[in-house]
């Protein structure tokens, strides 16, 4: 069944791993969790003797925090860049803490109260007038009664009365329903992961009631080359496999395409001696996963099967100019400035394949 969906949630991508990690776990579970806090660890950072490959990539001592967390009373709020992983962790977080990660709401400008309390099926409301069948719990209702994590997208995109709504969730763990006399009362295991963007309307804005209520883990850019050549190739190697693609991707063009993102990321070269023009986009991590991958599917299809510099170019032409085309200059002068002079088959695909530049 899974290899006709285009993207089965992460407690069944990742069943396997997470009944080995129950076999192995001897640890004292929370109430409500399915493994303990430990076990949670090892799922997202990997672990090579149980077979568990790494989800997140990066600092150790954040996603311990991050887990604990979700022990506590408190409700976890991932923040960083896009790209930085924060709905990715989000997601197998809550795989595998209840094993299930669609109890999701998408901040948007245009959330409602409702979508986070509860609405009503209209037509049984006419009919019955407020019932439980009639009612229809948003996921946090839902994980309030189940016990799990509900999780919270982009919760700074909402307008500040809605995301005050889930004050008195988090304090109170309970949502009154006048209409039915009722209180429902959350069951332990409950909690909340929100994700919010920094380069979004500011958590600075969220009111300092709801900041209370909440832990920041903030997860950074990858500023280390090795570390963002490993997501950025395990990554797409994970991506070719879901797509039954297979091709070999060279260290020299990880490393490249990896480069050229820290580059004009940081607005200088790695060795620190040449200042370079940065682009006004997000040049994440995720986006390097996204090139390098459209790269592999260009080289399939309409190549000899071997990617190059001269496919990846094309996707990064298209991820600069996303949100301004005078990015393009940048990337322009870098090619001459920086890439011309380096020595390396990928970096001369690159600078030779300039043309598409052009092309936009
Ligand atoms: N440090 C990292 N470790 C593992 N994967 C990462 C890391 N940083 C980014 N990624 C990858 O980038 C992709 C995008 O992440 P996403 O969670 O959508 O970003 P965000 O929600 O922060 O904007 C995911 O596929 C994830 O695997
Ligand atoms: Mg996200």
Redesign the pocket.
């Known amino acids: 069944m899974q290899a006709e969906i285009i993207r089965a949630p992460a407690e069944a991508r990742c069943q396997e791993e997470l009944q080995r990690l129950k076999a192995w776990d001897k640890y004292p579970r929370p109430t409500g969790w399915q493994i303990s806090p430990r076990a949670v660890e090892k799922f997202i950072l990997g672990d090579p003797e149980l077979n568990i490959k ?5 600092d150790r001592d954040r996603i311990q925090v991050a887990i604990a967390t979700l022990v506590s009373d408190r409700a976890l709020l ?1 923040v ?12 197998h977080l809550s795989a595998a803490i209840c094993n299930d990660s669609q109890l999701t709401i998408q901040g948007t400008a245009g959330t409602t109260e409702d979508q986070i309390k509860y609405s009503w099926n209209y037509a049984l409301l006419m009919a019955e007038g407020p019932s439980d069948r009639s009612l229809v719990p948003s996921p946090i209702l839902t994980a309030m009664r189940a016990g799990r994590i509900a999780r919270f ?2 919760i700074t995109r909402c307008v500040a009365e809605v995301q005050d709504a889930l004050i008195s969730i988090l304090s109170e763990k309970a949502i009154a329903i006048p209409e039915l006399e009722r209180v429902e009362y959350a069951k332990r295991g409950f909690n909340i992961i929100a ?1 919010a ?1 920094t380069r979004d309307r500011g958590v600075n804005e969220m009111s300092a009631a709801l900041k209370r209520r909440f832990n920041f883990v903030e ?1 950074p ?2 500023s280390d080359l090795q ?2 050549m ?2 950025v190739r ?2 797409t190697q ?1 991506m070719l496999a879901e797509h039954e693609l297979q091709l070999d991707l060279s260290d020299e063009l990880v490393e490249t395409l990896t480069t050229v993102f820290q580059e004009l990321r940081m607005g200088q070269t790695l060795d620190g001696e040449q200042k370079v023009k940065s682009p006004s986009t997000v040049m ?3 986006e390097a ?1 996204s090139v390098l991958f459209g790269g592999c599917l260009l080289a399939t299809h309409f190549g000899e099967g071997m990617v190059n510099g001269s496919h990846v170019m094309r996707l990064l032409v298209g991820a600069i100019a996303k949100e301004d085309k005078n990015d393009l200059e940048s990337l322009s002068e870098y090619l001459e400035t920086v890439v011309k002079k380096r020595e390396g088959r990928v970096w001369k695909e690159l600078y030779e394949t300039r043309r598409w530049l052009k092309s936009l």
């Not at 790494?54 to 990066?58: A, E, L, N, V």
């Open positions: 790494p989800k997140y990539i990066g991932l960083g860049e896009p790209g930085t992983a924060k709905s990715w962790v989000s997601e997208e982009e994700t963007n997860l850019v990858l570390q963002e490993s997501v395990q990554r994970e994440s991590t995720a996963v």
